[in-house]
Each structure stands twice: as structure tokens, then as C-alpha cells.
């Protein structure tokens, strides 16, 4: 075709919501040289068959910020680009069975209140008033969201669309994308019509997102489920309530019985995420379809049975109506359930903004998001729960089917603080995991690695059913107290496998990392925290650097930050430097206390005499192993890295020499109570995109005399107009739960800030609380509270220093 256009400055594979809002971001940010390709009509996969629910709701305070900006836009787009849409924004009922689910509740009206949103809780009594037809005798309560709603997914498809051509877009619709390429620093996209030549290239292709990322060499971690909603005919009382009231009742969930129900002009729409669900599409007698596009599966109500019936007790109502309709379409899931959108790992000037299960209520803040990671290579709210990099690999198909069948048959299921889902479990074993198991260790997974995180005593109740609470004194609290209070008093091992680790080598290695970090590169056999920060200023990550030689340094990580720090790295790699991932060779134990020097001379040739953040290499049970004088417990202690096939080894010496120490292995649970009275700042939490490394209380951690370094000109501004919130450190009386993850900060009746971190420390006997407050109340002293789970609790400011050994003597011994 003499007008299909050869080249743009960004393709999109993929014409659903999310494709087309992509598009229009572009657009609005400036680029709009931008193709978008779809292979029938657009909204043929997800979006045409999507019940179109716009819920603002989250326990993710990324995914939060991305649907309550959908909400928003959403509500002005029609003007905007002058196209009729049905949005209809009736609020919604979220209810509630049990005081567990009443307190998620209160957890997100506050994230929700941080947000500008006016989220309310309803008695049992209240909830009649907002919906009359409901049964509430076993209820506990609810939550009101006045911003949720429902929109038609193909007009709002169809605005978006129409908003990015007017900015000078363009869409080629029945142009599939058949295959790319890389030639020089260009993308080719091949299709029927011809090929496109782009500098940058976005995956939108929702449930064929797996197949078009073979393309690029990449193999997403997302399985297809099916899923059912069922139209009902009217309803004569419903459709008398609505003209004498002049609107539709609130979206209807009944999150405990997992299901929604919203009226569909006068009748109903039931959607029920059930239990016994299926995956598509991963056995050989249902293969991949070459082509789906506005198909359906055959209806499978059987499955669907209780929630139908359990639907129909809550609001008997729904029993008069007839069954219309049933709709059975595809939806992608990740094993995480949340989407896909950012850089493509391992591959240059490649997006993915994919795998949606929420597509509609996501598009309009996932095109935002992406727009951003494209056009400024950063987001303006940190998506690291989006993040394709969040997985590394071992993620195959076995794994991504069970997962996400997990998740669908959980959707609503509350996320709480100390429980770990059952499914994909024993992807990565540590060498001693058979040994950590027999003393009664309790696992969880980091990035695939299961690592105890407590370490139950005979009578303890480890069951799963025992780890749903948000109460501080579950089955394992007394245990943590013992591990934390062996830390203290004597020693305690923890076996930590899956620290992602790199070795950057060549000549002017040293002077580039200089370059890359906030602060001073280590000297020759030291190591210390470095930080990187953005060009903004803002918090990319934390690593420990090891000085090997003048050219050499040893970079350890997070477990879960390989692909992205390793990404990081190799982005802005200098040319002729190396960086190699040794992740897999390597196993840590952390052995930690007053007695671990006692310990370690019973077992080891080492010179224990070296003082804090040193490394050396010596001799355990025959086997060579790296020390490094560091510890995140924040007691005297050692990490002791060993190559994988001497780990055993080495650990059952150490567990020898131990016994007459008072030696106790410790989890997880126990290091963050050691870490937050430290002060210590864990990785996407306290450490993220969303503060500046001056916020983020880091700038002893800055080398203000170095010529230049990422971030320095930003960092230097703010300090020069003033930084407007700061790090603290609070001591709260709280009540029987620590705060959760935002959970807000209050003075004089306004909200001056966030805790990142909250946890009980067993050495301080307190409830501890890291996280951002406002500069003006930063001060030592200030009495504040906090707000956990609807309820304000008093706390006070902490001076800047740790409430455990404030001096750092115990860990200098």
C-alpha cells in the first residue's frame, strides 16, 4: 500500500485499551510519530469481551495511584476528544465477612484518603441505606468507593484511538505483526502490508504477548484463564427503584464469596472468580489459536454453581432475573496477577505494556506509565510492581499456570503481612535447605529461592490458615522474640541464598562506578553501600560494593533485584568494562552476635581481627570462602560467602563450632525486627523511585566533592531550595498490629507523611516505624500518630541516628 508507513519513532503491537492508551500517551508527551498495529478491528482480544468494572480500589499503592488516575482520566475523556462513552460512575459496596477483611478495608480508605480519594467504611446498618437489596445479617461492614464504576471497554478503545489520531497517529487496523528484528540500532517490524522501521518497540498485545515476545527472544511469565460473567434479563423492582431514585445501584462485591454483581440496565451482571477455575491454551488438546480475535469459549456454569447460588441469598433480587447471556472469554495473567509495563528485560528499545487482568480500570494509567518510561526512561510513580523485571527466569509455564490459578481463584483473597502462598513453591532450594527444614525452619520465596523465615518450636501452629492475620503475635511472634534475642545475646545463623551478585572488572571499572554512585568507591579491600540514583535524584538502588583491586569490585544485591540491577548496570555500562552475573555460584550464610568471632575462630583461619566493612578470603571445613565484616542485624558478625557445592560444609561446621555459643539459627521475620531498629532501609519499600536519595535520609551516603555523578545536579538543587520531607524513625505505641506499608502519619490533624517500614524490634521491645515526614515536623521529639487500620495511634520522632546501639559499638567490636 503506497501510504502504509515504513517508519515511525515508536510501534505498538497490540490495539486494546491498553495499546490504544499507550498510543495517546505517546501523543500527549510530545511523540507522536507512533504506528500502532492490530491484527483485526480494534478491542479484538481482552477488551471487547471485559465487563468494564473501573474500581479504584488497591492494597498496591502503585497500582492505586495507576487505576485512580484511569478513574480520572476517564471521566474527562469523552469531552476531550469529543466522543460519546458510557461511563457510568455509580460507586461501589465492598463487603465484608470477617474483622480481618474490615481491617483491609481501613488500611486502603487511608491509602485512599493519601490519595485524594474519600473512601468511607459503612456499618452493616449503612450499607442498606446505599443498597437497599442487599442481605446484611452476617456482614461486618464495608467499604463505599464513590469513584468506582463501569465503562463500555469499546468506546472507550475507541476514545482513546480517536484522541491519538487527532495528535497525528496512526493505527493500522487487519495488519497483523508478523515478526521483528534488529538491524543496527533500528527495530523491523514485518507485517503483510510491509515492514516498519522504528527506534522503539511496545508489546501490547495482551493475551498474545507471550507469542510476539518470542520475537525478541523473551519468554513472558503469564498463563491465559478463562473467565465467565453472567447477564441477567430486567428486573421489574430493580428497574422501579432506579426511576424513583434517578440512579443505578453501586457495584456490588462480595469479596469473602469472591464475586461482583453489577446492574446492568435493569437487570444484572454476576461475575464470580471461582476456585475450581481453567487455564487455556497449555495442554494438547486445546493449543495456542493462531487467531481469537471477538471469540468466546463455551459456557461452564457448573463451576459457578455456589457463587450463583451464594449470590442470590445476598441479594434475592438477583433470583427473580432471568439468564440472558453468558460470556466465557480469555484473560492473561501473570504469576503475580499484575501486568507487565516497562522495559523489556534483556532487550534494547523494547516495552511491554501487557498480561493486563484489569485491563480496563489499568489502561488509561498504564498508558501514562509507559508513555513515561519511553519518552523519559523513568516513571513518575514507582512501578516496580508492574515491573517486568520483578521476574528473572525461573518462572516457566508449569509454574506460571499454577500461580495464576492461584490468583484468579484468589482475586479478592487479602494480602497479609506473614502469610506465603502455597502454589510454585521449591523452584530454588539452598544447599541446606533439608537441614534448615529439619530444625524447623518456615519458608517463604525470594525470587523463586525458598529462605526460612522463622523457625517454628515444638506445639507452634505452622499452618496456612495460622498466618492469615495482621495481629503482631502470630504462631511465630514468640519464636522471632528467641531468634532476635539470640542475635543479641549470643549468636544466630541465617541461611540467605539468591543474593544476586556481579562482578565488574576492566580498566577505569573504578572510575565509572564513581560516576554511577552517589558516593565514594570503596578502597582495596573494604566494602561499604553505595547508592544509585536516578537523574532526578530519586532512589534506584542499594548495593553492597566489594573492593577486589584497583579495577575490580564484587556488586551484591537483593534477591529479587537481579534482572533489575543487573539491567541497570549493563544499560549504562562504559565500553570495555565487564560485568558477569555469579548469582547462581555463589550461597550466604549471615552468622551474627557477640559470639560470632568465637565462633568463627573455632572453624576458620581468618584474620578476625579486621575491623568493620572489611572482606578476606579464608578456610572452612576445607572449603575457600569470602568474609565480609557486615551485618544488616546490626550486631558483630560476618557474611560468609561460599561457592554452592561447599555451602554444606560449611554450614555444618559452623552449626558445630556453634553449639557450645549458644548459636540459633533465625528467619527472615527476626532480621526485619533487627533491621528496623537499625534504621536499615529495605529495597522497595524504603528504598524506591518514589524519594530522592536526600529524602530518603542518604546524604551521608553522597560525595558532594566528586566532579560528577548521576543525580548530582538535581540533589544539588533540592538541597539548595530546601528538602521537603525527610527519613524518621518514629516509636509508636501501637496497638495488637504493626502499620502496614503506607499506612499514614498524622500531626495537628493533617497527614505530614508515610511509613515505608513498620515492625515490632524485639531488642528494643517497641513498635518501630521508618518512613517520610514532612521537614517541618521532622524534628526529635514531636509527638505525631499513626494511623493503623482506622485508628490513630501515638508515636514520637526519633532522633537520626538507630534505637539499637546508636553508636555502632556492638558491630565495631
Not at 113 to 125: A, H, N, V
Not at 159 to 182: D, N, S, V, W, Y
Not at 425 to 451: I, M, Q
Not at 766 to 779: D, P, Q, R, S, Y
Request: hydrophobic share 40%.
Amino acid at each position: 500500500m503506497s501510504d502504509f508507513p515504513t517508519s515511525a519513532r515508536v510501534v505498538i503491537i497490540g490495539g486494546g485499551a491498553v495499546g490504544a492508551s499507550a498510543l495517546y500517551h505517546l501523543c500527549k508527551a510530545g511523540w507522536t510519530d507512533c504506528v500502532l498495529l492490530e491484527k483485526n478491528e480494534l478491542t479484538a482480544g481482552s477488551t471487547w469481551h471485559a465487563a468494564g468494572n473501573v474500581p479504584t480500589f488497591s492494597s498496591s499503592w502503585s497500582i492505586m495511584n495507576m487505576q485512580r488516575y484511569s478513574a480520572e482520566l476517564y471521566r474527562r475523556l469523552g469531552d476531550e476528544v469529543d466522543y460519546p462513552m458510557n461511563y457510568n460512575v455509580t460507586g461501589s459496596v465492598r463487603l465484608g465477612h470477617t474483622k480481618e477483611r474490615l481491617q483491609e478495608f481501613q488500611k486502603v480508605v487511608g491509602m485512599g484518603r493519601y490519595q485524594g480519594m474519600d473512601l468511607k467504611i459503612l456499618s452493616p446498618e449503612d450499607i442498606k441505606k446505599v443498597y437497599p437489596f442487599v442481605e446484611t445479617h452476617d456482614l461486618t461492614g464495608a467499604l463505599h468507593d464513590p469513584y468506582d464504576g463501569d465503562i463500555d471497554p469499546a468506546q472507550l478503545t475507541q476514545a482513546l484511538a480517536k484522541g491519538a489520531r487527532q495528535m497525528g497517529a496512526r493505527i493500522e487496523r487487519f495488519c497483523p505483526a508478523t515478526g521483528a528484528r534488529r538491524e543496527g540500532d533500528e527495530w523491523v517490524i514485518s507485517t503483510p502490508k510491509g515492514e516498519i522501521r522504528c527506534e522503539i518497540v511496545v508489546n501490547a498485545a495482551g493475551y498474545y504477548a507471550r507469542e510476539v515476545g518470542k520475537w525478541f527472544g523473551r519468554d513472558l511469565p503469564m498463563m491465559v484463564m478463562s473467565h465467565q460473567y453472567m447477564l441477567f434479563d430486567t428486573v421489574p423492582e430493580l428497574e422501579s427503584w432506579t426511576k424513583e431514585v434517578g440512579h443505578k445501584l453501586p457495584l456490588l462485591r462480595d469479596v469473602d464469596s469472591s464475586y461482583y454483581l453489577r446492574q446492568e440496565k435493569n437487570g444484572f451482571n454476576l461475575g464470580p472468580y471461582e476456585g475450581n477455575c481453567k487455564a487455556h491454551w497449555v495442554t494438547k488438546d486445546d493449543p495456542f489459536p493462531e487467531d481469537f480475535s471477538f471469540q468466546l469459549f463455551p459456557d461452564d456454569l457448573e463451576r459457578l454453581e455456589w457463587h450463583i447460588n451464594d449470590a442470590m441469598e445476598r441479594v434475592p433480587l438477583l433470583g427473580k432475573a432471568g439468564l440472558s447471556k453468558v460470556i466465557n472469554g480469555p484473560i492473561p495473567y501473570t504469576p503475580d496477577g499484575n501486568p507487565l509495563i516497562g522495559p523489556m528485560p534483556g532487550v534494547p528499545n523494547a516495552f511491554e505494556a501487557c498480561v493486563f487482568t484489569f485491563g480496563i480500570c489499568q489502561a488509561g494509567g498504564a498508558g501514562k506509565v509507559l508513555a513515561e518510561w519511553v519518552t523519559e526512561g523513568a516513571t513518575e510513580w514507582d512501578m516496580w510492581s508492574c515491573d517486568p523485571r520483578r521476574f528473572t527466569g525461573f518462572e516457566d509455564q508449569e509454574y506460571c499456570v499454577k500461580k495464576g490459578m492461584e490468583v484468579y481463584g484468589h482475586e479478592y483473597a487479602i494480602h497479609f503481612p506473614h502469610h506465603a502462598w502455597p502454589e510454585g513453591r521449591d523452584k530454588k532450594l539452598s544447599a541446606v535447605h533439608a537441614h534448615t527444614k529439619a530444625l524447623g525452619a518456615v519458608f517463604a520465596p525470594y525470587n523463586g529461592w525458598e529462605r526460612p523465615v522463622w523457625y517454628a518450636r515444638p506445639g507452634d501452629d505452622v499452618s496456612e490458615d495460622a498466618q492469615r492475620t495482621w495481629d503482631r503475635e502470630g504462631p511465630w511472634f514468640a519464636a522471632v522474640r528467641e531468634e532476635a534475642q539470640a542475635v543479641r545475646d549470643a549468636a544466630g545463623i541465617l541461611d540467605l541464598p539468591g543474593f544476586s551478585r556481579f562482578v565488574l572488572k576492566g580498566a577505569g571499572a573504578s572510575a565509572w562506578l564513581a560516576q554511577q554512585i552517589t558516593g565514594k568507591v570503596p578502597n582495596v579491600g573494604r566494602l561499604g553501600l553505595a547508592y544509585f540514583a536516578d537523574d532526578k535524584g530519586r532512589i534506584v538502588t542499594e548495593m553492597s560494593v566489594a573492593r577486589i583491586a584497583e579495577d575490580e569490585m564484587v556488586l551484591i544485591t537483593a534477591a529479587t533485584a537481579q534482572s533489575h540491577d543487573g539491567e541497570w548496570l549493563r544499560r549504562h555500562l562504559a565500553p570495555g568494562l565487564s560485568l558477569t552475573d555469579h548469582t547462581t555460584e555463589w550461597s550466604t550464610q549471615i552468622l551474627t552476635g557477640p559470639k560470632s568471632r568465637a565462633i568463627l575462630a573455632e572453624v576458620s583461619d581468618a584474620d578476625l581481627a579486621k575491623g568493620w566493612l572489611t572482606h578476606q578470603t579464608a578456610r572452612i571445613a576445607g572449603a575457600e570462602v569470602w568474609l565480609c565484616r557486615v551485618s544488616f542485624a546490626g550486631e558483630l558478625g560476618w557474611e560468609i560467602h561460599s561457592k554452592v557445592a561447599d555451602t554444606e560444609a560449611v554450614w555444618n561446621a559452623v552449626m558445630r563450632a556453634g553449639k557450645g555459643h549458644g548459636l540459633r539459627p533465625f528467619g527472615m521475620f527476626a532480621l526485619n525486627s533487627l533491621r528496623v531498629e537499625k534504621g536499615y532501609r529495605a529495597w522497595k519499600g524504603d528504598l524506591s523511585t518514589d524519594y530522592t536519595i536526600l529524602q530518603g535520609g542518604l546524604e551521608r551516603f553522597v560525595d558532594w566533592a566528586k566532579p560528577e555523578f548521576r543525580g548530582k545536579a538535581a540533589l544539588e538543587a533540592e538541597k539548595q531550595r530546601g528538602v521537603t520531607k525527610r527519613f524518621a524513625t518514629l516509636v509508636i505505641e501501637a496497638g495488637e498490629q504493626d502499620p502496614p506499608y503506607m499506612a499514614t502519619i498524622w500531626h495537628e490533624g493533617k497527614i505530614v507523611g508515610e511509613l515505608t517500614s513498620g515492625y515490632y524490634g524485639h531488642r528494643v521491645g517497641a513498635c518501630i516505624g521508618l518512613g517520610m515526614l514532612k521537614t517541618e515536623v521532622n524534628v526529635p521529639g514531636t509527638k505525631v500518630q499513626v494511623e493503623i487500620f482506622g485508628s490513630l495511634y501515638p508515636a514520637v520522632v526519633q532522633e537520626d541516628a538507630p534505637l539499637w546501639d546508636a553508636k555502632n559499638e556492638r558491630i565495631r567490636a
